[in-house]
């Protein structure tokens, strides 16, 4: 698809019939050429040098006619040419921009159409660039860039005209649909990347869970080992404490024997002398004798 560049305008700058009657030369009609043609290098080349030429001092006596004896010396006529100038210079740097930015998808050179001034010169007063807005098939990426290369060119003259922003939406809205297909075209890499994110989180869990329950039954294989060493520690002692507890008892017991059979021995000690004691009363009684112990 070709789409046209070009600048705000073709319509004449003015009429310059009733400035040649202000002036006092016949009137002329404006030759304002629309048809479009492409630039040719050698008029541009003596139009620069019929500028050279009007560029030389004129003495106050001098007195130029244009078409249709146009007093070119007259200062509406003046205001008119510098507009044609002013035009045709925009129109050129206009076109020129487009063609530099639009680089392999311009289709054609500047074309430009024409007005025929009072001094008999043709000024550009319009002009356009064809450019290729057509995607590239089958190609997403390259579309894209396309696109992109199409909208530079597009808003590439300083004052863009009405035509130039309708071909860079036309760009925007095909940047957004080669940009939508590269994502679908990513769409399954992407899912294929979030299932395999998914599977190595779930291996990864897994493994955590693995390890964290090897460290859990280490912990507890700590604790019942740490416990059994508290157990067998604390059955030490008990025995210790009991075994120390039974001598202590035996050694009391020992020692309440021992005086136990001292007091037996004492007491029959006693008791041998009592009846001792007992049986010589009794022989004191039988003499007579009066015992007193």
Same mark, same amino acid.
């Given at each position: 698809?070709?789409?046209?560049?070009? +600048?705000?305008?073709?319509?004449?700058?003015?009429?310059?019939?009733?400035?040649?009657?202000?002036?006092?030369?016949e009137?002329?009609?404006?030759? *304002?050429?629309?048809?479009?043609?492409?630039?040719? @290098?050698?008029?541009?080349?003596?139009?620069?040098?019929?500028?050279?030429?009007?560029?030389?001092?004129?003495?106050?006596?001098?007195?130029k @006619?244009?078409?249709?004896?146009?007093?070119?010396?007259?200062?509406?006529?003046?205001?008119?040419?510098?507009?044609?100038?002013?035009?045709?210079?925009?129109?050129?740097?206009?076109?020129?921009?487009?063609?530099?930015?639009?680089?392999?998808?311009a289709?054609?050179? *500047?074309?430009?159409?024409?007005?025929?001034?009072?001094?008999?010169?043709?000024?550009?007063?319009?002009?356009?660039?064809?450019?290729?807005?057509?995607?590239?098939s089958?190609?997403?990426q390259?579309?894209?860039?396309?696109?992109?290369?199409?909208?530079?060119?597009?808003?590439?003259?300083?004052s863009?005209?009405?035509?130039?922003?309708?071909?860079?939406?036309?760009?925007?809205?095909?940047?957004?649909? !080669?940009? +939508?297909?590269?994502? *679908?075209?990513?769409?399954?890499?992407?899912d294929?990347?979030?299932?395999?994110?998914?599977?190595?989180?779930?291996?990864?869990?897994?493994?955590?869970?693995?390890?964290?329950?090897? !460290?859990?039954?280490?912990?507890?294989?700590?604790?019942?080992?740490?416990?059994?060493?508290?157990?067998?520690?604390?059955?030490?002692?008990?025995?210790?404490?009991?075994?120390?507890?039974?001598?202590?008892? @035996?050694?009391?017991?020992?020692?309440?024997?021992? @005086?136990?059979?001292?007091?037996?021995?004492?007491?029959?000690?006693?008791?041998?002398? *009592?009846?001792?004691?007992?049986?010589?009363q009794?022989?004191?009684?039988?003499?007579?004798?009066?015992?007193?112990?």
């Amino acid at each position: 698809m070709i789409s046209p560049l070009y +600048s705000q305008s073709s319509q004449p700058v003015s009429d310059f019939s009733a400035t040649a009657k202000k002036s006092g030369g016949e009137s002329a009609p404006v030759d *304002a050429k629309n048809t479009q043609k492409p630039e040719d @290098k050698s008029a541009i080349g003596s139009d620069v040098n019929n500028k050279t030429q009007t560029q030389q001092p004129e003495t106050a006596t001098q007195s130029k @006619k244009g078409v249709g004896g146009v007093d070119l010396n007259s200062p509406e006529v003046k205001q008119m040419l510098a507009e044609l100038k002013a035009r045709d210079t925009e129109v050129r740097a206009h076109e020129q921009a487009h063609l530099a930015a639009a680089g392999q998808y311009a289709t054609s050179g *500047a074309s430009y159409s024409y007005q025929s001034g009072p001094d008999g010169k043709e000024y550009a007063i319009g002009g356009e660039v064809g450019i290729d807005t057509s995607a590239v098939s089958g190609d997403p990426q390259a579309t894209l860039a396309k696109a992109q290369q199409v909208l530079a060119a597009a808003l590439a003259p300083a004052s863009p005209s009405s035509q130039d922003f309708s071909v860079a939406q036309s760009a925007q809205q095909m940047m957004a649909q !080669a940009f +939508s297909e590269i994502q *679908a075209e990513n769409k399954p890499d992407s899912d294929e990347q979030q299932e395999d994110s998914t599977q190595k989180s779930g291996s990864d869990q897994k493994d955590d869970g693995t390890q964290k329950t090897a !460290a859990d039954d280490k912990i507890r294989s700590d604790n019942t080992t740490a416990t059994d060493a508290q157990k067998a520690t604390t059955d030490n002692a008990v025995s210790t404490s009991t075994d120390t507890k039974t001598n202590s008892e @035996k050694s009391t017991a020992s020692q309440w024997t021992s @005086k136990a059979s001292a007091y037996q021995r004492t007491e029959q000690a006693t008791n041998a002398l *009592a009846g001792q004691v007992g049986g010589w009363q009794n022989a004191a009684n039988r003499l007579g004798i009066s015992f007193q112990a």
